[in-house]
């Protein structure tokens, strides 16, 4: 299917324990984006990647660790999970055009236990 | 470094209500300025955006007016409907390069029939 896809939708975990969240869009964009989505916080940047071997991070990236091999996937590693970092996990993507719009895949929900 | 500040909710309102969410700015330059909406249960979508100054984006609907001497991009709609309830982000980026996005925290509209 066309479009930016995330597994898993739903993950539990247990502190310590190490959880990769798996992003994956169709169209070739240049850049992708993963934002962690907490209430009163709204959404926030963790790492972004404008191609594959470039990575970047954002706001928020202690705890976490990308890569980016292949245009279309961009892997999000927590290495050892701990409580704070439960929250929603957004995958986002987008062309290399100034003002592009981002386009966001559906969520993936991770509790840490 | 840029931010976004729209009001705080929820926001309630009752079906063909007029709606307001403001939104305000502080970037250098001329970023672009985005609103994008997330339904209940799913990912963040574009509503409507605007990339120069006094450029209206609209959709929906929904109209927001770029204003540069106010440095604002309040979201607009004449008559809401039940199911425009949902999560509305304010957000901007920069337009030398694709930057990441910077968001608002957020602002939930619940429209009662």
């Known amino acids: 299917d066309a479009g930016i896809t995330q597994s898993p939708r739903y993950k539990i975990t247990e502190t310590g324990r190490q959880v990769t969240l798996m992003c994956h869009q169709t169209?070739?964009?240049?850049?992708m984006f993963w934002y962690r989505q907490d209430l009163g916080h709204g959404l926030r940047l963790i790492y972004y990647?404008?191609?594959?071997?470039?990575?970047d991070k954002g706001e928020v990236p202690d705890g976490y660790v990308v890569s980016r091999s292949k245009t279309e996937n961009f892997p999000l590693t927590l290495e050892s999970a701990t409580r704070s970092q439960t929250s929603v996990y957004f995958c986002?993507?987008?062309?290399?055009?100034?003002?592009?719009?981002?386009?966001f895949g559906p969520g993936t929900r991770l509790t840490v236990l | 470094g840029d931010s976004v500040t729209q009001m705080e909710g929820p926001v309630t309102l009752s079906e063909e209500a007029f709606l307001t969410i403001n939104c305000t700015y502080t970037?250098?330059?001329?970023?672009?300025l985005f609103w994008y909406v997330q339904y209940p249960g799913e990912g963040l979508q574009l509503l409507l955006k605007?990339?120069?100054?006094?450029d209206k984006g609209s959709n929906k609907g929904f109209e927001a007016t770029y204003r540069k001497e106010t440095t604002s991009f309040h979201l607009e709609k004449g008559s809401v409907q039940v199911s425009d309830s949902a999560v509305y982000f304010c957000?901007?980026?920069?337009?030398?390069?694709?930057?990441?996005?910077?968001f608002g925290k957020g602002t939930r509209l619940s429209v009662i029939a």
């Open positions: 986002a993507s987008t062309t290399s055009g100034v003002g592009d719009t981002q386009y």
């Open positions: 169209w070739s964009h240049s850049y």
């Open positions: 990647s404008a191609a594959a071997d470039i990575t």
């Open positions: 970037a250098t330059g001329y970023p672009s």
């Open positions: 605007a990339t120069k100054a006094d």
């Open positions: 957000a901007l980026t920069q337009n030398s390069g694709n930057t990441p996005l910077v």
